[in-house]
C-alpha cells in the first residue's frame, strides 16, 4: 500500500476498531444513495469519540497512516457486499488536519480502490463543517483532485461550524448534510423550519443535493421531505449495523412512512415526466474534440448534460461556451489541442438541480435564483433523469396552473371545494403541531345584495378574497373559497392566540373597509332598510363576518390528540354559527382536546 502503518500500538488500536454502516436514502422511495461508514469499538480502545482517536494520532505524529488505514478499512469491509459497492456510495468523514499533515499526498484512496477493483465514484468523502479548515491553504487544491478522480465531497454537519455559508460557497461540495441539531424538533421550530428551507433552496440552485441527518421521528420526515431535501440519514429509517447482511438497497420503511401521510403534499411529477428533455448525458472525460458532434446531434439542445459513471450530475456544457471554436478557422485543432487540455471538466457549468417528486414551486424558485442558469438539472434518486429548459419550465407552470384553476373558485380565485378538502384531511392527520380551522361567511349579505345588486355583492366577496390572501402569506395558513359567501381559513403549526389574532385583524379590517360600498346616507345611518326572507321590511346593519375556529391542539407525544372527521368538524361549526353572529365580535372558538 502506498502508506504503511508500522507503529505496533497503532496497528493493535486499529486491530480493535470496527465500522459500521448507516444507509443514506431517497425521501421519495427509500432507495439508497449510499452509506455512511461510522467507526465502532472506540470505547474498547481507550478513547470517548473518534475525534479523539485523531487527537491521540496527531500527538503522536501517526496522522497520515492511522486515518488511511481507517479508510483502507471501512472501505475493504464494505466492497464484501459486492453488491452494494456497485450500485450505491460509501461516504467517509475526513478530518480536515490530515490535509496539512506531513507526508499527506493525494491518490491513496483511488490507488485503493483500483486493487479492489472498484470505481472512485462510490466513494464520498464528507469534511466536517465544524472543522476549523482553510480551504485556501490547499483544500480547494484538494478537493479538485478528488473531483478530477471521481471521488465526491460532502459538507458534513452543516451549519454548527466554524465556515457556515462562506464553505458552503468555497468549497462547492457534490452534497451538503444538514446537522441533527438543525433536524431535531424541525416539525415544531419555526426558525430550524425557516432555515432549512433557506439553505436548501440555496444548495439545489448550486447544483449541491441536500442529506437531511439525525431524522429519527416521523413528522422530522415528513417536515424535512416537504421542505425539499433530497435524501434522509437517521434511526427512523435505520440505525448503523457492523453486520453486512442488514444492509438493504432498499428500505422500505420509507414506503410505509409516505402512504401513512395522508397530508403529503401534491407533486408535480407527471406533468414535469411530460416537460423535461431526455438529453442524452456525457461523461466528464468526453473528448473535446467530439462536442462539435454531440451538440449537432442533440440540435435543440443548447446545453449538454454531464453526469459520472453512476449517473450523478455534476454540470451542464453550454453550447455557447463552444462556439469560439465551431466560428474559429482552427476551432477543430484547437479543440484537439492537449495543450489546453482534453476532456470536458473544465467546461462544466453548475447548474440548478431537482428532485423528479419536487413541487413546482421549489422548481421556480430554484431557477429563478440563479439568473444565469439554462435550465434545471433533473435528478431520480440522486441521479440524472432529464432537463428542463427555461421554455419547458414555463410550459409546466402554464400547465400547472391550468390544473388548479379547474378547482379554483372563478370569482375569488381562491382554492375550491376539492382543495378545500384535501387540506382539512392533511391537517387532521397533524399529531405534534396544532391545528386551526375557521368557517367564514357575512352577516347581513342578502339584504346588501338586493339593495345593492350582485354586481356590488361580487365586489364584496373579491374585497374579502382579497384580504384573505394577504393573510394567508403568514407561515403555516391557508384560505378558500367555498362558493358564495363561505369562506374557509387554516393554519397548521400555528398558536391558538396567534391564529385568533390573524383573524381578528381580518374581520376588523373587513368591517371597515366594506362600508366604502355603501351609499354615504347610509353609512352615516349604520343600516340600510330592505325586505327580510318573508318579504316584510326591516332594517339591517352593515355588513360584517363571523367566523367560528376549530383548534386542536398538538400532543408532544406525537400521537394525535384528535381523530375527527370533516363532518365532525362541519358539525361543530353548525352548532356554533348562531353564538358568533350573535358575539360583538362575529368570532366564537371551539376546542377540541385530546
Same mark, same amino acid.
Given at each position: ?299 435543440? &439542445?443548447?446545453?449538454?448534460?454531464? !453526469?459520472?459513471?453512476? %449517473? /450523478?450530475? *455534476? +454540470?451542464?456544457?453550454?453550447? #455557447? ?50 439568473? &444565469?442558469?439554462?435550465?434545471?438539472? !433533473?435528478?431520480?434518486? %440522486? /441521479?440524472? *433523469? +432529464?432537463?428542463?429548459?427555461? #421554455? ?60 345593492? %345588486?350582485?354586481?356590488? +355583492? ?137
Amino acid at each position: 500500500m502506498p502508506v504503511e502503518l508500522d507503529n505496533p500500538l497503532w496497528q493493535q488500536r486499529l486491530a480493535g476498531l470496527d465500522y459500521g454502516y448507516q444507509p443514506i436514502v431517497s425521501f421519495r422511495n427509500g432507495r439508497v444513495l449510499g452509506f455512511e461508514a461510522l467507526m465502532r469499538g472506540v470505547d474498547t480502545i481507550g478513547f470517548k469519540t473518534p475525534s479523539d482517536v485523531f487527537d491521540a494520532a496527531i500527538a503522536d505524529g501517526q496522522m497520515v497512516p492511522v486515518e488511511l488505514a481507517l479508510r483502507a478499512k471501512a472501505i475493504r469491509k464494505f466492497a464484501q457486499r459486492r453488491d452494494l459497492a456497485t450500485s450505491s456510495m460509501l461516504f467517509l468523514n475526513v478530518d480536515s488536519r490530515l490535509f496539512g499533515a506531513p507526508g499527506y499526498r493525494s491518490g491513496f484512496t483511488v490507488e485503493l480502490l483500483q486493487e479492489i477493483g472498484l470505481a472512485p465514484s462510490i466513494i464520498c468523502l464528507e469534511l466536517a463543517e465544524r472543522s476549523e479548515f482553510n480551504l485556501h491553504d490547499g483544500g480547494n487544491r484538494m478537493f479538485e483532485q478528488y473531483r478530477a478522480s471521481g471521488i465526491a465531497v460532502a459538507i458534513d454537519d452543516f451549519g454548527v461550524g466554524y465556515a457556515s455559508l462562506k464553505m458552503l460557497y468555497e468549497a462547492k461540495p457534490d452534497y451538503l448534510k444538514i446537522d441533527r441539531f438543525f433536524i431535531s424538533g424541525i416539525d415544531q421550530d419555526v426558525r430550524k423550519r425557516g432555515l432549512v428551507e433557506q439553505v436548501t433552496n440555496y444548495a439545489h440552485i448550486r447544483g449541491i443535493q441536500v442529506i437531511a441527518e439525525g431524522i429519527e421521528t416521523d413528522r422530522e420526515f415528513y417536515v424535512c421531505r416537504d421542505i425539499g431535501c433530497d435524501f434522509a440519514q437517521g434511526y427512523r429509517i435505520a440505525r448503523p449495523t457492523t453486520d453486512l447482511r442488514g444492509l438493504q438497497l432498499e428500505y422500505l420503511t420509507v414506503l410505509d412512512l409516505n402512504h401513512a401521510d395522508r397530508r403529503r403534499p401534491v407533486t408535480s411529477g407527471p406533468l414535469m415526466e411530460e416537460a423535461i428533455q431526455r438529453i442524452p448525458p456525457i461523461p466528464p472525460h468526453t473528448a473535446r474534440a467530439d462536442l462539435l458532434e454531440t451538440f449537432r446531434q442533440n440540435e435543440t &439542445a443548447e446545453v449538454i448534460p454531464v !453526469v459520472d459513471d453512476r %449517473g /450523478r450530475p *455534476l +454540470g451542464v456544457v453550454r453550447e #455557447r461556451d463552444i462556439k469560439r471554436f465551431a466560428y474559429s478557422r482552427f476551432g477543430s485543432d484547437l479543440l484537439r489541442n492537449r495543450a489546453i487540455g482534453d476532456g470536458v471538466r473544465d467546461l462544466i457549468v453548475t447548474c440548478p438541480v431537482c428532485d423528479i417528486g419536487t413541487h413546482i414551486d421549489r422548481i421556480v424558485e430554484a431557477f429563478s435564483g440563479d439568473s &444565469a442558469a439554462d435550465g434545471i438539472l !433533473v435528478t431520480e434518486d %440522486g /441521479r440524472y *433523469l +432529464g432537463f428542463l429548459s427555461p #421554455r419547458s419550465l414555463l410550459k409546466l407552470v402554464h400547465e400547472y396552473n391550468l390544473a388548479g384553476a379547474r378547482d379554483q373558485n372563478p370569482l375569488s380565485r381562491l382554492p375550491g371545494n376539492q382543495k378545500i378538502q384535501e387540506w382539512i384531511d392533511r391537517a387532521l392527520d397533524q399529531g405534534t403541531e396544532p391545528v386551526s380551522i375557521v368557517f367564514i361567511d357575512f352577516d347581513f349579505f342578502k339584504p346588501f345584495n338586493d339593495t345593492y %345588486g350582485f354586481r356590488q +355583492g361580487d365586489r364584496v366577496i373579491t374585497m374579502f378574497a382579497d384580504m384573505m390572501r394577504i393573510a394567508q402569506n403568514a407561515p403555516g395558513f391557508f384560505a378558500g373559497h367555498i362558493g358564495g359567501d363561505d369562506f374557509v381559513m387554516g393554519a397548521v403549526g400555528v398558536g391558538e392566540a396567534d391564529v385568533a389574532d390573524v383573524l381578528n385583524q381580518l374581520l376588523g379590517k373587513f368591517r371597515t373597509d366594506v362600508t366604502s360600498l355603501y351609499d354615504l346616507e347610509s353609512r352615516l345611518r349604520g343600516h340600510i332598510t330592505a325586505k327580510d326572507r318573508d318579504g316584510r321590511e326591516r332594517n339591517f346593519p352593515l355588513l360584517r363576518a363571523s367566523a367560528v375556529m376549530v383548534h386542536l391542539p398538538a400532543r408532544s407525544d406525537g400521537h394525535p390528540a384528535h381523530d375527527p372527521s370533516a363532518e365532525d368538524i362541519a358539525a361543530r361549526f353548525a352548532a356554533r354559527k348562531a353564538d358568533a353572529k350573535g358575539s360583538p365580535a362575529g368570532f366564537v372558538i371551539e376546542r377540541i382536546h385530546g
